[in-house]
Nanobody, 115 residues
Framework: QVQLAESGGGLVQAGGSLSLSCLAS????????MGWYRQAPEKQRELVAH???????TYADSVKGRFTISRDSAKNTMYLQMNSLQPEDTAVYYC?????????WGQGTQVTVSS
């Protein structure tokens, strides 16, 4: 019912910035909470940031002050602005969204931070 297309991943040096985008196939007004997860090799998936339909945001302690989650209804897009990136941020990042009773996931985008 909702397709999520991620973009913006890539390679960046430590201290640099990267912006991830998650384009939804339908209006964000019909979508509930959205968020970003990440999974590093040999580690379990963790919640990075979350944004409610009302715009309330939460962040993992490890990214507070460095990452910013936002949603732009006019563009049907959710963003994750990542600043002061560290090698520990290297992971596959996944977009997720709630629509109705179901959770939907993007395909994931690789973020690699070199030292």
């Amino acid at each position: 019912q909702v397709q999520l297309a991620e973009s913006g991943g890539g390679l960046v040096q430590a201290g640099g910035s990267l912006s991830l985008s998650c384009l939804a196939s339908r209006s964000l007004f019909s979508i509930g909470a959205m968020g970003w997860y990440r999974q590093a090799p040999e580690k379990q998936r963790e919640l990075v940031a979350h944004i409610s339909s009302a715009g309330t945001t939460t962040y993992a302690d490890s990214v507070k002050g460095r990452f910013t989650i936002s949603r732009d209804s006019a563009k049907n897009t959710m963003y994750l602005q990542m600043n002061s990136l560290q090698p520990e941020d290297t992971a596959v990042y996944y977009c997720t969204a709630k629509f109705g009773i179901r959770d939907y996931w993007g395909q994931g985008t690789q973020v690699t931070v070199s030292s």
